[in-house]
């Protein structure tokens, strides 16, 4: 398929206990993926920016950690997030030119990413974990 951060599509993680989120931004970070969830511009920054440790693989789906990124309504539709991704499809019309640009996005999560991932996934310093 494609590289995750090249890829248009809208995407939807799941995490190994169930959840699910629409991702609406998305960077590569350390040995991972720090991602916006739909509506992030109603949250402070800092809040709204998930880190999901990785590594990452595969070209679709993807398997970051333990966590797996598909691209939205594919293999078996999840109502929920899709009526998300339309609520936030609504909201970007409703912000238009007052939405960010992509260069800001990014720069905002490379400046956040530290708080969103800890001090463990930030510096091998701090992993105190056994190999």
Do not use: N
Not at 52 to 78: F, N, Q, R
Not at 86 to 113: C, F, N, V
Request: contains cysteine; negative net charge; charged residues 25%.
């Amino acid at each position: 398929m494609a590289d995750l951060f090249t890829v248009t599509a809208p995407l939807a993680i799941r995490y190994r206990d169930g959840r699910r989120q629409v991702m609406v931004e998305r960077l590569p970070y350390r040995d991972g993926l720090l991602y916006l969830p739909p509506f992030w511009t109603d949250q402070e920054f800092g809040d709204a920016l998930h880190f999901v440790p990785g590594p990452i693989k595969g070209e679709g789906p993807w398997k970051v950690g333990d966590a797996v990124v598909t691209v939205l309504g594919c293999h078996g539709t999840d109502a929920g997030l899709a009526d998300a991704f339309s609520g936030w499809q609504a909201r970007l019309m409703e912000l238009a030119e007052d939405y960010p640009q992509r260069t800001l996005i990014e720069k905002l999560m490379k400046t956040h990413a530290a708080g969103a991932a800890g001090p463990v996934d930030c510096h091998p310093a701090f992993d105190t974990r056994k190999p």
